[in-house]
């Protein structure tokens, strides 16, 4: 499984997280960073998975070469599923902190139990226009106000797993990528390219 995958993000948290993840395959990884810069595409799809594989065909046919693309929100229930695809870009300013005011702000006066919500994950791997692989991943839990802890990005201070009793951003990285949409849906394909390139 000697092959070069670039992975289309400049999101310096989901590099962390992937490297974590599939650092142990023969594989030589390179990211956005590592390549000349170009415009980054539309990302005007209404599914996780389409927009996943939009940005994969895009930056194929870039560089070509093999790339693996991720797209990945937060789906909140009593907001209708919003910020959902759009969870990047779900303020104005499209920041993180930005995003977390608003999110907290739409849920002023919903009961703790009402805040339920998930992570999605879709990872798409292209190589020229044709889609190799996808995969899914998502975990479950609550919003809450307050945000609590330090490890990872964008909505995880508000994101409470019950189960684990703390918010993804108090979880260490390695509890995280066990647990997480992101870490569920590179475990997922990193299977998948084991059997594709297992010949």
Request: net charge negative; hydrophobic share 40%.
């Amino acid at each position: 499984m000697n092959r070069e995958i670039l992975v289309a993000t400049t999101n310096e948290g989901k590099v962390r997280e992937i490297r974590a993840v599939m650092c142990d395959l023969p594989i030589k990884w390179s990211f956005l960073a590592d390549h000349p810069p170009v415009a980054a595409p539309v990302e005007d799809a209404d599914t996780f998975e389409a927009n996943a594989i939009l940005k994969a065909r895009y930056y194929a046919k870039k560089f070509d070469t093999l790339v693996l693309a991720d797209d990945s929100g937060l789906e909140v229930d009593v907001l209708d599923g919003a910020p959902g695809v759009h969870s990047a870009r779900y303020s104005d300013e499209g920041t993180d902190a930005a995003n977390n005011l608003k999110l907290i702000a739409a849920l002023h006066g919903i009961s703790q139990a009402s805040r339920t919500a998930r992570f999605v994950c879709c990872l798409a791997l292209v190589q020229n226009d044709d889609v190799l692989l996808t995969s899914m991943g998502t975990i479950e839990g609550q919003i809450v106000d307050d945000a609590r802890g330090t490890n990872g990005f964008g909505y995880d201070p508000h994101f409470f797993v019950p189960d684990e009793g703390m918010t993804t951003a108090e979880m260490p990285p390695e509890q995280k990528n066990k647990l997480s949409h992101r870490g569920k849906a590179l475990a997922s394909i990193k299977n998948g390219m084991a059997i594709l390139w297992s010949a």
